[in-house]
Structure formats: structure tokens, C-alpha cells
């Protein structure tokens, strides 16, 4: 919310205010208030801690019920028909601040489409991190990766470079399943916990060139078909051998 100081000056047609004072209108330039612009997340989930749609202007409004808007930085939104995406390049922010709500010891979820414009030229794109914490990357093999709990799965194909890919991941202390598009595509067992004392917060796109849209966290395991729906398919692999 903009806060204007001094005296305004009533011009005609200018709403009033309580007491017959006018409201002055927002800065050219600046953002309304963020929660009369927030849009309503695609998942209707309670469990959703995160969700970053990228809808509206300013791009980082979660729109969780908790409400945990990210900081966004040379980057801009993209159509992605019927929605809108983020464009981010190398010099690109977009940050969550540290949040207990995103400190999920056991049962998780973590979701997002990705866009990638080419193979990381060195190191790996970071979709979404939670440094030490959780992870979802792009190798510079093409290979989506899952991180989280001391452990991590690799995809068992390269994604396509330049197209819309969704990659999503879940873990309930017995197993972790990475899917691409609502297929289950790696399986890794593990009984540990996720670590939740991180105080970097949740980055998305950093570093990673190409586009971003959808970033959910969940508080729960999504079941497969849920991760196929979300995918956009009717009919998925959901078996647990994707090595």
C-alpha cells in the first residue's frame, strides 16, 4: 500500500473520503495493494502452503492462504496460454522469505512447470530450492533432479529444451518420487526427515534461464493421479520403478 503525506488538492470527480476529504488516487506506476489483486490458486488444497501462479502484477503474489509473497527481480510475466508465466534469466530474483510454513519435516509435495530456453551451460537450473532443505533442478544432462532428506532422484530422460514441461516430486518418509509430465519417472527409498533449519528462504529460477509457472508446495503427498491431473493428463505411469 502506497502512503501519500501532505496536502492533497480536490479536484472535481475525485472520490471522497470519510468526512468529505478526497481519497487520492495511486501513484502512476505503483502497484495497487497486493490483496485486492491476489488471484485465487489453482489448487483448491489446503494443504497448499505455497502457490505461486504468477497471474497478477506484482508477479509475486502467493496466493496460499498464508500469503507468503515473494520478492521478484528482473523478471517479467510471459503468456503461457491460457495463463501467464515468469521470464527469468540469469540475473533474475524471485525469493520467498525464510518461513516456518515452508519448513515441512516429513510429507511434502513440491510441483512446478518449467520452461527451460537451453542445457545449463554450467552447474544446474534451480526451478525451486530451499537451500538445505528441498530442491528441484535441471541437470546440465537434461535430466530433472530431486533433492531432499540427504537423498535425490534423477529423471529417467532428459526433458525437452524450449517446451513446457511439468515436474513434480513427493516423499513420505518411506519413499520419493520424482514425476515428469504425471508420469512417475525415478523412485529413491528413504526415512528421514527434510531438515528445516534453513534461513535463505525459497528461491524459484535462481539461477535458470527460460520461464516458470504453477509453483506449488504441498503440506501432504500428493497422491499420482493428483500429480496427473495437475499435468494436465488423463491417463499416466504411475509405477515406481523409473530407476
Known sequence: MVALFGACTFTPGEP?????????????GTDAPM????????????????????????LGLDSSTGQHDASVSHASGTPRAPEQAVA?????????????????PDHITLETWIDPAHPPAFG???????????DISVQPDGKVRCSLAGIHADSKD???FATWTHVACTYDQQKMILFVNGSSS???NGTARIATDGFAGT????????AIDNVHILARTAQPS????????????????GG
Open 124 to 134: 544446474a537450473y534451480l526451478a525451486l530450492s530451499n537451500p538445505g532443505q528441498y
Open 16 to 28: 471522497m473520503g470519510p468526512g468529505g476529504t478526497p481519497t487520492p488516487s495511486p501513484t502512476p
Open 88 to 104: 527469468v534469466d540469469m540475473s533474475s530474483t524471485i525469493v520467498v522469505d525464510e518461513t516456518g510454513a515452508l519448513d515441512i
Open 186 to 188: 525415478a523412485c529413491v
Open 203 to 210: 528461491g524459484i529460477g535462481m539461477p535458470f534461464v527460460g
Open 226 to 241: 493428483e500429480i496427473c491431473t495437475h499435468a494436465g493428463q488423463s491417463q499416466c505411469e504411475s509405477s515406481c520403478d
Open 35 to 58: 490483496v485486492a489483486q491476489r488471484p485465487p490458486c489453482d489448487l483448491t488444497d489446503p494443504s497448499v502452503r505455497l502457490c505461486l501462479d504468477f497471474e497478477s502484477t506484482p
Open 158 to 160: 532428459p526433458i525437452s
